[in-house]
């Protein structure tokens, strides 16, 4: 409500008839998506209860998406193995990913123009083919190198030989493919961050006395980590996913448990479900993971840091709250 | 008297552009110098060759007797490496126009970090020094802030309290008011008139003629990458002799 000298008016709002029609259209589709994924279906076959004369029948139903199956393997040994080797292989195909990346960004920003032409190329041609491809490169290493030695390069002086097939075993080769292909990823959005911090800051470092190396790594790095945290909370989802791609080089990871159980009982689209459905379980911890590491980084950037989703829930609940209470205690604010 | 900074023929180019064509300076011991000119006259690329955040191309430069940057070994200038630059940086202290106060880190830790990672000083030692200089800038209510929570004019104070820290023999500031909203100037130029006052050497780039005037033993007027001028600042602000300055004082005053 609000007053016109001394004649009180009421406050009309707008209405918003698209926002209406739209909101009832996706309520809608929701329902109808639930339905299904709850729905059942008949499968040909009667139950029949009691003896002959009184005798009655109903036909069979199973669910449409096999909850049953799906909740026996999702717990199963097998497919829990396979979830730990998905998460080994995000976690250290990341780590090592991140520590390539920093490498190469480094490397790009010096001035010496060999080490920068190196990273160049190194993200030319990570960037540029299929990680595919280079994890089966990877796997088949051996058939060009079959031994691998340490020693002084151009000379005939080694120290230790070792066998490639035992090096590049499908778990290691899969990871050695991930980790390569992700460094180039990550030397982009390494570099992004570095370059994001204001010349100033490294003015201000050198004049207080720092070395260049603790300037990168006291003042720059702890800047550029808020630049570079949202992209790379990106990666690690996107890699928990591509790793799926692991069971092409034969590594029994989610997909590939997935893969093995139904090539013998048939079961293809419920332990597909089961294998998306811990992906799914992942990314969603991993995402709200990201969202605190970020506020973390953000410190000194924001006057005041964004509110964590507990915090908008209760906003958002007090403010539904306001609105259905009864009009004339509205306008006591104004 | 000993001389502070000591340059002679000192010379900037980038690219092709003439900064500094031999400039000669003196700055004794518990000196405050202004440096005075318009836009792109050289004044800032000259103080920034003082702590060697630019590298002068010619002429000599000595800061307490030594010279920046290089060492005098035989006949022969070997250029100093990156830690024994750094070491020799943090005995000068600089001021800069846009503050550049680190943005990740609070108050107090901005004034302790060089402390502890360049003087190597304790955590409590660094504390105690950092919260004593913020008092001395007033500012010690707001330790626990980030920068980017502060006016810019107590921004300025912060930076100012960050290089004392490091204890320098000589400050330099780079136009420390320039980026301040005017009523804001007053409280940076109050805390460096103090610092003038207990005794501090100080070189200052500067647009404040009145600060010039009053706080300043030498004034330099710096025109085209050449000391045009400089003196008394009683008697080069009042009675100039060249015409440039005479233009350039009749714009700023």
Known sequence: MSTNGDVTVKVVPVRHVGRYVSGAVALVIIAMVVHTIFSKLPTGQYACHGAAPHRSCHPKTEWRFSWDVIRHYFFSAEVFHGVEITLALTVFSMLLGIIIGLTLAVMRMSPNRLLSATAWTYTWFFRGTPVYVQLLLWFNISAIYPQLSLGIPFTSWTFVHINAVNLFNPFRAALMGLALNEGAYMSEIARAGLISVDEGQIEAASSVGLTRRQTLRLVVVPQAMRVIIPPTGNEIISMLKTSSLASVVSVVDTLGAATNIYSQNYLVIPLLLTASLWYLLWTTVLSSGQFYVERHFARGSLRTPPPTPIQRLRADVIGIARKFRPVHDVGVAS | ?253
């Open chain 2, 1 to 253: 008297m000993t001389l502070m900074v000591e340059a002679k023929g000192v010379c900037k180019a980038y690219g092709g552009l003439e900064v500094l064509k031999g400039v000669d300076l003196n700055v004794a011991r518990g000196e405050v110098t202004c440096l005075i000119g318009p836009s792109g006259s050289g004044k800032s690329t000259l103080l920034r060759c003082v702590n060697h955040l630019e590298k002068h191309d010619a002429g000599e430069l000595r800061v307490d007797g030594e010279l920046v940057g290089y060492e005098l070994r035989g006949d022969k200038l070997y250029e100093l490496n990156d830690r024994q630059i750094c070491a020799k940086r943090s005995q000068i202290g600089m001021v800069f126009q846009r503050f550049n106060l680190f943005a990740h880190l609070t108050v107090l830790e901005n004034v302790t970090l060089g402390q502890m990672k360049v003087k190597g000083r304790s955590q409590e030692a660094a504390t105690a020094k950092a919260r004593e200089l913020l008092a001395r800038v007033g500012l010690d209510a707001k330790e626990r802030s980030y920068p980017s929570q502060l006016s810019g004019g107590q921004q300025q104070r912060v930076a100012i309290a960050r290089a004392l820290a490091m204890e320098p023999k000589l400050m330099l500031f780079d136009e420390p008011t320039s980026a301040l909203d005017p009523e804001l100037v007053g409280e940076v130029l109050d805390v460096m008139k103090d610092l003038a006052r207990s005794g501090m050497t100080m070189m200052v780039v500067t647009h404040e003629m009145n600060f010039a005037r009053e706080v300043a033993d030498t004034v330099y007027f710096l025109d085209a990458g050449v000391i045009e001028e400089s003196g008394d600042p009683r008697t080069i602000l009042t009675a100039p002799r060249s015409e440039r300055l005479k233009l350039f004082l009749s714009k700023v005053l």
